[in-house]
Nanobody, 122 residues
Framework: QVQLVESGGGVVQAGGSLRLSCAASGRTFSSDAMGWSRQAPGKEREFVAIINWSGGYTDYADSVKGRFTIFRDNGKNTVNLQMNSLKPEDTAVYYC???????????????WGQGTQVTVSA
């Protein structure tokens, strides 16, 4: 059974930092793009960041570019999201996803986790 388990969410003041981690089990994703999406209350889920299978290519939503960094460790089957200079508008449930495709278009993924809450206070 494939599982993606996120951790690292919490409450932080604006300007602060958090690191989200995602541990995958049940299969390896060393050949797949992995990423993070988020969903704020009353809004649709949106793309945040992706990283290709080798870690050699990354892409970010314009709203987080320059503040967030995605990286992975294929040996540990993990993907992480370092979030700096957090803003109240970053408040959302963050989801880890594997097998991500068409992140700039018809976004789809094969697997996703239960999500972790990030709350940024003003």
């Amino acid at each position: 059974q494939v599982q993606l388990v996120e951790s690292g969410g919490g409450v932080v003041q604006a300007g602060g930092s958090l690191r989200l981690s995602c541990a995958a089990s049940g299969r390896t994703f060393s050949s797949d793009a992995m990423g993070w999406s988020r969903q704020a209350p009353g809004k649709e889920r949106e793309f945040v960041a992706i990283i290709n299978w080798s870690g050699g290519y990354t892409d970010y939503a314009d709203s987080v570019k320059g503040r967030f960094t995605i990286f992975r460790d294929n040996g540990k089957n993990t993907v992480n999201l370092q979030m700096n200079s957090l803003k109240p508008e970053d408040t959302a449930v963050y989801y880890c996803e594997a097998g991500v495709r068409n992140w700039r278009g018809s976004y789809s993924s094969d697997y996703w986790g239960q999500g972790t809450q990030v709350t940024v206070s003003a």
